[in-house]
């Protein structure tokens, strides 16, 4: 139990639907990423979050959409996506300090395949 | 090119033996992070280090800031160890990760 919670652990969906990760955090951490990890790749940088407002957006196509309502809860919605975007999408929480970050504490994933 | 680099990628050890898993980067950092992925992908922070040498059981992690490399050891090596272990390194500027692509490790009784 690392203090992340993703839901769902798997998800099945077709290119026209539209469905949601979730991600919570119960560590008191201000700041949040969403991480896609695809097979024999380093974990690629989507969003970063720090006191629910987005710093990062590694140039993630539309189709991917973060919210973040507040410091504890982090969403990704899904739509139109595309095969090439299964793979297993990690959430993580950090505590942010200046010039500095602390450690990266990972949920355990949401397994996404879309047909 | 990744500015995380890891070797070897896959790495198959008996019971016992002691294994070494290395990370080089090439850019400024912050801290270097070593992280254990089971199957079934969750990832676990082993150890955040910014210079020296940190020990947990039979784990260690070195660093040398000079060189931009790092070791991560495992001593009298244990099945349970079968992971893929990654290597991260925290920018100086903001919360930028680089990640390596992780070393698949597999220890046979």
């Known amino acids: 139990e690392t203090g992340v919670t993703q839901t769902p652990r798997h998800l099945v969906m077709g290119m026209t639907n539209k469905k949601s990760l979730k991600c919570e955090q119960h560590l008191g951490h201000n700041a949040m990423y969403w991480y896609k990890q695809s097979a024999k790749k380093p974990l690629e940088l989507m969003f970063v979050y720090n006191f629910k407002e987005q710093t990062e957006n590694n140039s993630v196509p539309s189709r991917f959409s973060p919210e973040c309502p507040n410091s504890s809860h982090l969403f990704l919605h899904l739509h139109t996506l595309q095969p090439e975007d299964s793979a297993l999408y990690l959430c993580?929480?950090?505590?942010?300090?200046?010039?500095?970050?602390?450690?990266?504490?990972f949920g355990e994933g949401s397994r996404l395949t879309v047909l | 090119k990744n500015e995380v680099e890891q070797s070897p990628q896959n790495l198959t050890a008996q019971e016992g033996e002691f294994i070494t898993i290395n990370c080089s980067y090439s850019?400024?950092?912050?801290?270097l992070h070593w992280l254990q992925q089971h199957p079934g992908g969750g990832i676990v922070s082993l150890f955040m280090?910014?210079?020296g040498k940190k020990k947990h059981g039979r784990l260690i992690a070195t660093i040398n800031i000079q060189e931009k490399h790092s070791s991560l050891h495992i001593t009298a090596s244990h099945p349970r160890d079968s992971a893929v272990y990654i290597c991260?390194?925290?920018?100086?500027?903001?919360?930028?990760?680089?990640f390596g692509t992780g070393t698949s490790l597999t220890v046979i009784p």
């Open positions: 991260a390194v925290n920018l100086y500027t903001g919360n930028q990760f680089y």
């Open positions: 993580a929480s950090s505590q942010e300090q200046p010039g500095n970050t602390g450690e990266l504490f």
């Open positions: 850019v400024g950092i912050s801290a």
């Open positions: 280090l910014s210079s």
